[in-house]
């Protein structure tokens, strides 16, 4: 006889809550995807070194056109709320101060994987596509690619796009700004 369990959901109210009253610290790496507490995997050399070439570059757009955010929140609904590795957001004059983003404000979002490749695609990328991300870049480290997903449904990205070393591309908010597959790679 299979007995099914029932999981206590969280909010994004909750876990925050949580973080206020000390049962999560700052050092906690986890995030909350659908209601559940997930552990983040640990960054290794690799990946870090990929977010920090992709978030100097992205420095170079003006900031008059975007704020570019590194491994902070994004408000996808009231239980779901990721951080992902790089964003470009709408800018803001508060800069994000009164409340994290919400997917309208995001231009592009960018994981970086290594180890997570299967959960970034299998669990947060039909995630992004329901909540209206326009725009997912995940920086494939196993395959040395950039997979690249346009065109959000309630069903997943209907294009996606891989480039090579050697390649170049540019998001869509940035036609003129163009990423090199090489340095996102390393």
């Not at 902070?72 to 508060?94: C, F, K």
């Not at 919400?102 to 299998?122: F, K």
């Not at 995940?138 to 996606?160: F, K, W």
């Amino acid at each position: 006889m299979a007995v099914q369990l029932l999981k206590r959901l969280f909010t994004v109210e909750e876990y925050h809550l949580m973080g206020k009253a000390g049962i999560l610290s700052e050092g906690d790496r986890v995030e909350l995807i659908e209601g559940e507490l997930v552990q983040m995997a640990a960054i290794g050399t690799r990946h870090a070194s990929s977010v920090r070439r992709l978030a100097r570059l992205c420095s170079q757009i003006p900031e008059n056109l975007v704020i570019f955010d590194v491994q902070n929140p994004v408000l996808l609904s009231d239980r779901t709320e990721p951080q992902p590795d790089l964003v470009l957001l709408q800018p803001r004059a508060d800069y994000y101060s009164t409340a994290h983003p919400v997917p309208s404000e995001v231009l592009l979002l960018i994981e970086v994987a290594d180890t997570s490749i299967d959960y970034d695609r299998d669990v947060k990328l039909p995630i992004y596509a329901r909540s209206g991300i326009q725009e997912v870049w995940i920086v494939n480290l196993q395959e040395n690619c950039l997979e690249v997903y346009r065109q959000p449904t309630v069903n997943g990205y209907s294009l996606m796009l891989r480039f090579w070393r050697g390649d170049r591309v540019s998001p869509l908010a940035f036609p003129e700004f163009e990423v090199s597959v090489d340095l996102a790679i390393g």
